[in-house]
């Protein structure tokens, strides 16, 4: 079975968030289980710099309305990139703190046409192309046209990963002959969404299946709270939705062996958690308290993430005698925010603003406590990488959250962190005092302990994924 994995970023090459860890792992983990899997993802300026993808094997003519860009289609590993430098060479994937690149919709479209058109110049003839989000949503159509017109696409089928429905790429309505797609589709049963073109929901409305990255966040899509504007078209392919709960890559998160930390640790063998914390408490020049407990959060600053939510517990979170650290990304408002918490209670916050992976490693296993209060999270990684380095979470209850955070159950002494269901400060407040209590009280280290021993490997979405495909090729005949 050949199965070509479209993404807009995959790790190690490009990433901005878990959607990355998702594909970059998922098709090596497909390659393992032997399926024959290729990634397909554009050629950023990260990529060029970093990797030595050598000379085009193979370019291509992508027509966008009257104009026809040419793409060169390099060949590294198991991975294709298309690169295009009018549309790739950029310092960022998608925009900057300052909004989203304007010609976003052109660079997208421009890579879903490229898409079909690299399988075939590769000679690379897929049985499933598996597309994720937005900015690959458009390849599902233009494989059902390719089907009809071209015997090397016939009974392909796709797959649509919806990682964050709150980000569906909406466009103007003149978008649409830049796509390539019809008149026809402008309705709200196709691809229209109040006067805009949304190429979500034309992933949704073309792919064979849709999934989601875990099976709570399956149901929530379908509720007017949590479907963006999209619960009433999910809900009409309600059989066609599937949640596949996300893994993480086990060998790169794995505090026995991470080079990044200063001392391995393990759940047999705990005690090297200790001095990652001295270690991360003295770089984050947490000077007034650095034995006191050290609480964290990593991930994009942004409302879905509630990082305003922890902003306005932090007075709080000091009056208790915790540190608190940031690292994060994104929205500017947030950035400064932090920054000014940070020089109010100097000593006990610490904020560093920027994308940096190998910091991210000292802070999972130096924290005592990870913070995920998101007002939604469709799978989430960061609460399973916190876990597996035994660090607890306090984390509200939501999509994947739910389905991988065992909640504290202080009579039995079970669970693997603090769950809270209100999105508020208060919520968070009273979330954030229980696991300091339990971090004071006795019993804490058993916590550590079992978090770390949570299994959160890959194995089972990927035979979860085959499962799919192989259905799905299977009705093809
Ligand atoms: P998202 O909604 O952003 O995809 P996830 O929890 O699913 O959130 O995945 C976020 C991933 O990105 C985690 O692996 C997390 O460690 C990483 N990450 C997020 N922000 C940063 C950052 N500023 N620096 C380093 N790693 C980060």
Redesign the pocket.
């Known amino acids: 079975m050949n199965v070509l994995i479209a993404a807009p970023e995959a790790v190690p090459y490009a990433?901005t968030?878990?959607?990355a860890?998702v594909a970059g792992t998922l098709s090596v983990e497909l390659i393992k289980a032997r399926v024959q899997a290729r990634l397909i993802m554009p050629l950023y300026r990260r990529v060029m710099d970093s990797f030595d993808v050598g000379e085009p094997a193979a370019s291509v003519d992508v027509r966008i309305g009257g104009r026809v860009h040419r793409g060169n289609i390099y060949k590294y590993k198991s991975a294709y990139f298309i690169g295009c430098d009018e549309f790739f060479d950029r310092p960022e994937l998608y925009g900057t703190p300052a909004g989203d690149y304007p010609d976003n919709a052109r660079r997208f479209i421009f890579f879903s046409k490229a898409v079909l058109l690299a399988a075939k110049a590769m000679d690379f003839r897929p049985d499933i192309i598996h597309v994720h989000d937005w900015q690959a949503a458009l390849v599902p159509l233009y494989l059902k046209a390719a089907a009809r017109a071209d015997s090397f696409f016939a009974g392909a089928k796709s797959v649509l990963t919806i990682?964050?429905l709150g980000y569906q790429g909406l466009f103007p309505p003149d978008v649409l002959p830049l796509a390539g797609l019809g008149w026809e589709l402008f309705n709200p049963e196709a691809v229209e969404f109040y006067g805009k073109v949304n190429f979500l929901k034309a992933g949704i409305f073309g792919a064979d299946i849709i999934t989601t990255v875990s099976p709570t966040y399956a149901k929530e899509i379908l509720t007017p709270e949590q479907g963006f504007g999209l619960e009433g078209f999910l809900k009409k392919r309600e059989s066609l939705v599937k949640g596949v709960l996300n893994g993480i890559d086990c060998s790169t998160w794995n505090p026995a062996k991470d080079p990044y930390i200063s001392c391995n640790f393990s759940a047999g063998k705990p005690d090297g958690k200790a001095e990652c914390k001295k270690g991360l408490a003295a770089r984050c020049g947490f000077t007034k308290n650095p034995g006191a407990p050290l609480i964290s959060f990593?991930?994009?600053l942004s409302a879905?993430k509630g990082v305003d939510l922890i902003a306005r517990a932090v007075p709080d979170i000091v009056a208790q005698g915790a540190n608190i650290l940031f690292?994060?990304?994104g929205d500017e408002a947030y950035q400064k925010a932090l920054g000014e918490l940070e020089g109010r209670h100097k000593g006990s916050v610490a904020v560093e603003i920027?994308?940096?992976?190998e910091?991210?490693h000292l802070i999972y296993a130096g924290s005592d406590i990870f913070l995920m209060p998101s007002r939604y999270e469709?799978?989430?990684?960061?609460q399973m990488?916190a876990m597996r380095y035994g660090t607890p979470v306090v984390a509200r209850k939501t999509g994947g959250i739910a389905d991988t955070v065992g909640d504290y159950m202080p009579l039995e002494g079970k669970g693997t962190g603090f769950l809270f269901e209100d999105a508020s400060a208060d919520g968070l407040k009273l979330a954030i005092k229980n696991a300091l209590c339990a971090y004071r009280s006795g019993g804490w280290m058993d916590m550590v302990k079992s978090a770390m021993r949570m299994d959160f490997s890959w194995k089972r979405s990927v035979s979860r994924y085959i499962e799919i495909y192989k259905n799905l090729a299977g009705g093809s005949g």
């Open positions: 990433k968030g878990g959607l860890d990682h964050n990593i991930g994009r879905q690292l994060g990304k920027g994308f940096d992976e910091f991210s469709p799978c989430g990684l960061g990488i």
